[in-house]
């Protein structure tokens, strides 16, 4: 039983975890909260980071948290969305997941991507001897997004850490870590969702969807609790989401190189799309798999054995990409073995 009122769905272990280093005290100077995107990694960090530096343990009612919910708070650096050219130009939308200085990145011609650069880092890094009675906590969500030059630059900070300061990271892909980072962390991993659990957090907390929409919701969710969220609050969500599982259910249904190669095109335009796909493609492979074991005669294009040898195969292709392989080029071929 969690002693705390956590702003995340599931994960409770993890949770527990957290909740007892707590009371023993023994806080360790890095966090890595390692799994899947959507599944509340960002806002368990958040949360936990109020948890060390509010006295109270996250009252919600003193100085402290009010400067840490408005995201101004000065022992609390929030790395979460960046600044990109003709993509997030907002600083004041961006000011709710990130309160580092962002306005270097605006003179800096490179910064048209989500890479964490050494100045980006640099910026971030400015407060990490910042004097202070409490906790001094760095929340950065997807550390992956760090190229080699700013990954290095932060090791050594992990290597000889201040004194009362926490580094809490995130990642949705264990795999592209540099094992000198994932050595000097504590690591959490966190994992999709029952679909009861979110079920139960949608009832809760969008009361007025019907059980039908409640249900397409759950089911278009593939266990990450913040899409769920996503998808039931906004009817525009939903709605991309379900043209895209169409249209790839399309593809498998009724196969077209010419289509294939299209899609693999648009998918493979940047990490976070490629990896909506390898996902979505999964739980279609997984879904066919179940209805076959249910009924033979359904899905007959496909076999049981060539079903297992395309879930291998993405597998695989996931590995590729994760090792920095032509994402196109490693969706091409997993599409074209359909």
Wanted: with cysteine; hydrophobic share 40%.
């Amino acid at each position: 039983m969690l002693q705390f009122s956590w702003p995340t769905t599931g994960n409770e272990n993890r949770l527990a975890e957290l909740e007892n280093d707590l009371a023993s005290g023994k806080i360790s100077h890095a966090y890595l909260f390692a799994g899947p995107a959507e599944v509340g990694k960002f806002t368990a960090a958040k949360f936990f980071a109020q948890l060390l530096i509010c006295e109270n343990h996250a009252c919600g009612e003193c100085s402290d948290c009010k400067l840490i919910r408005a995201n101004v708070h000065p022992n609390l650096t929030l790395v979460g969305d960046l600044w990109i050219e003709g993509a997030n130009e907002d600083l004041d939308l961006l000011a709710r997941k990130s309160n580092f200085n962002q306005t270097q990145r605006m003179k800096n011609p490179k910064a048209k991507t989500n890479t964490i650069r050494i100045d980006d880092l640099r910026e971030i890094l400015s407060r990490v001897n910042h004097a202070t009675a409490s906790w001094n906590v760095f929340v950065i969500h997807e550390i992956e997004r760090m190229n080699r030059e700013a990954t290095n630059f932060f090791l050594k900070t992990l290597e000889e850490p201040p004194p009362r300061t926490v580094f809490i990271l995130t990642t949705n892909n264990l795999p592209l870590l540099l094992p000198t980072i994932v050595s000097r962390c504590r690591v959490l991993n966190f994992g999709n969702v029952s679909p009861t659990t979110i079920d139960a957090q949608i009832r809760t907390k969008f009361p007025g969807l019907s059980e039908a929409e409640r249900s397409r919701v759950v089911n278009f969710a593939m266990g990450k609790p913040i899409r769920a969220e996503k998808l039931a609050a906004d009817p525009t969500v939903f709605r991309e989401f379900k043209e895209y599982f169409e249209q790839l259910k399309n593809l498998v249904e009724k196969p077209s190189v010419s289509e294939k190669l299209a899609f693999a095109e648009r998918v493979s335009s940047n990490n976070a799309e490629t990896q909506k796909f390898l996902e979505a493609f999964a739980y279609f492979l997984r879904g066919f798999l179940l209805t076959r074991a249910k009924n033979p005669v359904v899905n007959s294009r496909y076999s049981t054995k060539k079903l297992v040898e395309l879930i291998r195969e993405l597998d695989s292709t996931r590995e590729l990409i994760g090792h920095n392989v032509n994402s196109r080029l490693a969706v091409e071929n997993l599409l074209l073995q359909i």
